[in-house]
């Protein structure tokens, strides 16, 4: 079975600092994807980044970034120059051949003034 | 907004009950899964409907079931309902049918309550 875990329930961070949330998955497959979803307050579900796991350069996207580390399962999301606006719970997930997206239980992150 | 609507927002109800929860994809979108939220199990995968066809299942219960309609809407029944059905539903849709990279566009949920 896939799993996703994230060992961080809840994180903070000051104003424009950067913070990074860990992710790591189990699985047996070669061809995969990773997947950083956001939901703020909303509660709605948004696409922050994500990764080809047959890719080995790391995606990036604006402020956010993964340090994509194939052979130990590992995907951590990096956020440089924190905003108030990112305040959310992160969800770490993952996708492969049954096509199920297996989320992790998800990171608290609350941005400081 | 995502453009992926799902109605209605809040529903409460009492056990033993049924209830459909309703969900309207992206214009163009052929894809439909649906997902649970709550405290316990977190976010979890239950269905994908692509074009009509159920595409995949995932942790979906028997007393739960779905479908997508001709004109790619798609109703997620539940029915014989128990406290712990109470949680925050989700229908997603993509362009794809197996597209591992294709992003998932999320509706606003729909939020139940089994009292």
């Known amino acids: 079975a896939q799993t996703v875990t994230q060992s961080q329930p809840e994180m903070s961070v000051q104003e424009a600092e950067t913070v990074t949330l860990s992710c790591t998955y189990d699985?047996?497959?070669?061809?995969?994807?990773l997947f950083w979803y956001k939901q703020p307050p909303s509660r709605q579900m948004i696409l922050v980044i994500r990764?080809?796991?047959?890719?080995?350069q790391n995606a990036t996207e604006n402020r956010f970034s993964v340090n994509f580390q194939k052979a130990a399962k590992s995907f951590s999301l990096k956020i440089s120059d924190s905003q108030l606006g990112d305040t959310a719970m992160y969800f770490c997930?993952?996708?492969?051949?049954?096509?199920?997206?297996?989320f992790g239980k998800g990171t608290l992150l609350t941005v400081n003034p | 907004d995502s453009g992926v609507t799902q109605t209605p927002k809040h529903l409460i109800t009492a056990t033993g009950q049924r209830v459909t929860l309703r969900c309207s994809p992206r214009?163009?979108?052929?894809?439909v899964y649906w997902y649970q939220q709550s405290l316990d199990q977190g976010l979890q995968f239950l269905i994908q409907?692509?074009?009509?066809?159920?595409?995949a299942k995932g942790n979906i219960l028997e007393r739960f079931s779905a479908q997508q309609f001709p004109d790619l809407h798609s109703e997620l029944n539940l029915s014989s309902l128990e406290l712990g059905d109470s949680a925050l539903y989700f229908c997603?849709?993509?362009?794809?049918?197996?597209?591992?990279?294709?992003?998932?566009?999320f509706g606003p949920g729909t939020r139940l309550t089994v009292l």
């Open positions: 997603a849709s993509s362009a794809a049918d197996r597209g591992l990279m294709d992003e998932q566009f």
């Open positions: 990764q080809e796991a047959y890719k080995q």
């Open positions: 214009s163009g979108d052929l894809s």
């Open positions: 997930a993952f996708i492969s051949s049954n096509y199920k997206l297996t």
């Open positions: 409907y692509y074009n009509g066809e159920e595409r």
């Open positions: 699985t047996s497959e070669n061809n995969y994807y």
